[in-house]
């Protein structure tokens, strides 16, 4: 096992002996899993080959980040949850509510500008010197999760400001609940531009990247993982290693993700 993979595994055994968590599998064998609106497509694919692999029942929760993780304060019983921010993962473990020693990257991602797939509007470069609302009518919106909560969001306005662009912007946004509803906005032709990660982006035939922002123009789009402290057995934990092991990675790398945990190991690459 790789020196990362040997030290998380370390980590989670450590975790489940300080809360009393070290029972008999078989004992409790479905694990509730909370993660990103984002990541449908890839943990519905990754979830369904754990099963076959082990026999354990998956539970998915699919939805914006903060909701999420507001619903594991509010008691919500996750086992796994997977943020598309380290934002919402700090507010948790703030709170003394994730496995001490679980939390880690698994992906990254990047953010893109796109249109429906017929749209007359081609592929541009963003830079400071583009101004997204020239390309469109003046009544038309553009699609991107609330920036208020949502990941995708909050890096588009991070985006938008370093650009220089999100005074003008934020008057034109339709604020979607998560980023696969801001997809469909531009999917069904309601907003001609939307704002959303490049693996939404991929998945979908019926709209096309026309931009990607420049990495230096918002942090680093990472996905935390972590166990939830509610745990009953060992299993959570032992599907926390698998989603960061390589099986799950090359799942991940393709639906478009960049996987973390081997990349940094050096025993996985896309």
């Known amino acids: ?31 509730t899993v909370f993660a990103a609106a984002s990541l449908t497509d890839a943990i519905q694919t990754a979830a369904t080959a754990y099963e076959h692999e082990t026999g354990d029942h998956v539970l998915l929760s699919l939805a914006s980040s903060s909701t999420l993780a507001r619903q594991i304060a509010a008691g919500a019983p996750a086992d796994i949850y997977i943020s598309a921010n380290q934002k919402w993962m700090s507010w948790l473990e703030d709170q003394n509510l994730i496995v001490s020693g679980s939390r880690n990257n698994l992906l990254s991602n990047s953010l893109v500008l796109i249109a429906p797939a017929d749209s007359p509007i081609t592929p541009i ?7 997204l609302t020239s390309i469109i009518q003046p009544k038309d919106r553009i699609a991107i999760g609330d920036p208020d909560h949502v990941p995708a969001g909050i890096y588009a306005k991070q985006a938008l400001t370093s650009l220089g662009q999100w005074d003008v912007v934020n008057p034109r946004l339709a604020r979607a609940d998560n980023v696969r509803a801001a997809l469909a906005l531009v999917e069904r032709g309601e907003a001609p531009l939307g704002i959303v990660y490049r693996t939404d982006a991929e998945i979908s035939k019926a709209v096309k990247i026309i931009g990607t922002f420049p990495k ?30 390589e099986e799950a990675g090359k799942i991940f790398s393709d639906y478009g993700f960049d996987p973390i945990a081997y990349t940094q190991a050096g025993t996985f690459t896309k």
Not at 14 to 22: E, I, N, Q, R, S
Not at 217 to 244: C, D, E, F, R, V
């Open 1 to 31: 096992m790789p020196h990362l993979l040997r030290k998380i595994a370390l980590n989670i055994v450590v975790a489940f002996t300080a809360f009393g968590c070290l029972t008999n599998m078989a004992n409790a064998r479905d694990i």
């Open 125 to 131: 470069d963003i830079t400071t010197s583009t101004e």
């Open 216 to 245: 230096n123009s918002h942090p680093a789009i990472t996905y935390p993982i972590a166990l939830i402290g509610n745990q009953k057995s060992h299993a959570a934990g032992k599907m926390l290693l698998w989603l960061l092991g």
